[in-house]
Nanobody, 123 residues
Framework: QVQVVESGGGLVQAGDSLRLSCVASGRTGSGYHIGWFRQPPGKEREFVATINWSGDSTIYANSVKGRFTISRDNAKRTVDLQMNKLKPEDTAVYLC????????????????WGQGTQVTVSS
């Protein structure tokens, strides 16, 4: 079993930066691929970024490419999502998820989910 906990959300203004952190703990937490998803108000959950277990392969959604950076520190079992140049349309609950098999871009690819952290970007 892997426990996933997000932190770092908050209220910021358009153009600001925010850094989210995800801690994956458990028997083999550091061996999991980690993805970030978000769920805007009234909308479905959508893919944001993912990183493989070794940290040398990443995938980003087109909507965040060039603005967001995903990274991981396996010694600390953390995966961070650095979000720059935030826009009001980035407002959502951001969720971290762990996958045993690969760095997928759909919710079905992930086995364990955190509760989410709210990010609100005002215009």
């Amino acid at each position: 079993q892997v426990q996933v906990v997000e932190s770092g959300g908050g209220l910021v203004q358009a153009g600001d930066s925010l850094r989210l952190s995800c801690v994956a703990s458990g028997r083999t937490g550091s061996g999991y691929h980690i993805g970030w998803f978000r769920q805007p108000p009234g909308k479905e959950r959508e893919f944001v970024a993912t990183i493989n277990w070794s940290g040398d392969s990443t995938i980003y959604a087109n909507s965040v490419k060039g603005r967001f950076t995903i990274s991981r520190d396996n010694a600390k079992r953390t995966v961070d999502l650095q979000m720059n140049k935030l826009k009001p349309e980035d407002t959502a609950v951001y969720l971290c998820a762990a996958a045993a098999q690969g760095t997928g871009v759909t919710t079905q690819d992930y086995d364990y989910w955190g509760q989410g952290t709210q990010v609100t970007v005002s215009s």
